[in-house]
Nanobody
Framework: QVQLVESGGGLVQAGSSLRLSCTASGRTFSRYYMGWFRQTPGKEREFVGWITTGGSSTYYADSVKGRFTISRDNAKNTVYLQMNSLKPEDTAVYYC?????????????????????WGQGTQVTVSS
């Protein structure tokens, strides 16, 4: 089991960049695939992207592909979300999540129900 703490959110202008960090407690971080999700009021949590346990592969939602990059440093128990060319529609609370299940399809990793541990979220606001 890990506990997750996000940081790095804030208020930025459209076109700017921001990097979110998510640091995990515990010594088993490298066993978890890690996802990023976001949520706006009144809407369901939306998949942003995920990264494999070793960090060799990443997958993204179409809405952020080419602008956002996920990476991880297992030695630091940290996963990052680099967000470039931010748009007002990227405004949301961003959550990192950890999962350790045996999933048999790529699409399963896009679902919030495939993740076991969640951070508290960090607000990202992009002004136009």
């Amino acid at each position: 089991q890990v506990q997750l703490v996000e940081s790095g959110g804030g208020l930025v202008q459209a076109g700017s960049s921001l990097r979110l960090s998510c640091t995990a407690s515990g010594r088993t971080f490298s066993r978890y695939y890690m996802g990023w999700f976001r949520q706006t009021p009144g809407k369901e949590r939306e998949f942003v992207g995920w990264i494999t346990t070793g960090g060799s592969s990443t997958y993204y939602a179409d809405s952020v592909k080419g602008r956002f990059t996920i990476s991880r440093d297992n030695a630091k128990n940290t996963v990052y979300l680099q967000m470039n060319s931010l748009k007002p529609e990227d405004t949301a609370v961003y959550y990192c999540a950890a999962g350790a299940r045996s999933l048999y399809s790529l699409s399963a990793y896009y679902s919030s129900s495939s993740y076991d541990e969640w951070g508290q979220g960090t607000q990202v606001t992009v002004s136009s």
